[in-house]
């Protein structure tokens, strides 16, 4: 899918205009760099985003006994 050129969001980051060549060999290198990021920082990125996860944010509700004031 082509990018916008008239599309705000990618205005943000001037990019210059390249061959398809190198858009080509951008793109691997890209990929390639973020395999072996997450091969190396895998566990750690797992890690923080378990412990972040909507199963470790919400605690159970206390149990308000119905004779208790809400204040």
Excluded: C, K, W
Aim: charged share 25%; net charge negative; glycine share 2%.
């Amino acid at each position: 899918m082509p990018a916008d050129q008239d599309d705000p969001a990618s205005a943000a980051i001037p990019m210059p205009r390249l061959s398809d060549d190198a858009v080509v060999q951008i793109h691997d290198f890209i990929g390639h760099f973020l395999d072996l990021f997450e091969a190396r920082y895998g566990d750690q990125i797992h890690r923080y985003y378990d412990d972040r996860s909507a199963r470790n944010m919400i605690n159970p509700q206390p149990t308000h006994s119905i004779d208790d004031p809400p204040f």
